[in-house]
């Protein structure tokens, strides 16, 4: 797909990669169970791929293919017994598999830090397959699968990053967080949080999973959260001096560019749904 956009200029990529993958998305989640768990599915695999694939460049050695694995088992296990096929007994699991790093890293000889490398490949599965599997909490939130809650929360983000942008451009003037990302202004942030909540008032009308103060403070996790979690993901590239952390998407980098935001805001959502 890189080399088919290749040819435009980065706007016309952004927008045509983002169509084309908000209409995977919503139609995956809109589908029913099986297809919103196979899009979820390709999404936390190809980001663990990508967030291992970055620590390479930065000299670290994680285990790739552990962490992966982990990754995947966590997100399909959550899907499963949220879902009523098995007990929650089965999450004990993945304590012996990802205690598998211990000793693959004994044999390995060469190695200089192996336990900042083990460090590293808990951080992929923490960071990124954890808030995947959170999601499947939402979707069944009530015990029976519900996609308002998963494409509201999407839909809101997006309106959330696409407001930032477009305001950030062209009224950015003062910066929101200048050391981590220079680029991202407090107009930007206050342009996204509009576009948000107007997003969130136009869902609670049609979508009837929560109530309209709930929608409201969802939306206020996730412009919150969406944009710690930008930051975050740029303080990482940051630290391994790199620009995108990949090319998969054209126009906005990688997996994890444009699914930071999740990675913090769905713990709070989780958590805010789950308490309250």
């Known amino acids: ?154 839909l809101i983000l997006w309106a959330s990053d696409t407001g930032a942008y477009f305001a950030g451009t062209l009224f950015g003037k003062h910066k929101l967080f200048e050391r981590i990302s220079p680029k991202k202004s407090w107009e930007g942030f206050w342009g996204g949080a509009a576009l948000a909540m107007a997003m969130t008032y136009g869902l609670s009308l049609y979508f009837h999973s929560l109530s309209v103060v709930n929608w409201l403070i969802v939306a206020l996790l996730i412009i919150i959260g969406g944009t710690f979690g930008d930051l975050v993901e740029s303080l990482l590239k940051r630290s391994m001096a790199i620009k995108d952390s990949g090319d998969s998407l054209p126009g906005h980098g990688g997996f994890l560019d444009r699914f930071d935001g999740l990675f913090i805001s769905a713990p709070f959502i989780v958590a805010y749904l789950e308490l309250f």
């Not at 399909?76 to 211990?102: D, H, W």
């Open 1 to 154: 797909m890189s080399r088919i956009l290749s040819g435009y200029n980065n706007l016309t990529q952004r927008l045509i990669t983002a169509v084309f993958g908000a209409a995977a998305i919503i139609t995956g989640v809109a589908y029913g169970e099986w297809t919103y768990f196979a899009v979820f599915l390709f999404i936390c695999f190809f980001s663990l791929l990508e967030f291992y694939k970055l620590a390479g460049l930065d000299g670290l050695i994680p285990l790739k293919t552990l962490g992966t694995l982990s990754g995947v088992v966590i997100y399909a296990l959550s899907f499963f017994v949220e879902r009523g096929n098995i007990s929650p007994r089965y999450y004990l699991l993945l304590f012996p598999l990802i205690s598998l790093a211990y000793m693959i890293k004994l044999y390995k000889k060469t190695e200089l830090k192996p336990f900042t490398n083990i460090a590293y490949t808990f951080l992929g599965i923490f960071y990124i397959a954890v808030p995947f599997a959170l999601l499947n909490h939402a979707a069944f939130d009530d015990g029976y699968y519900n996609y308002e809650i998963i494409l509201g929360s999407f």
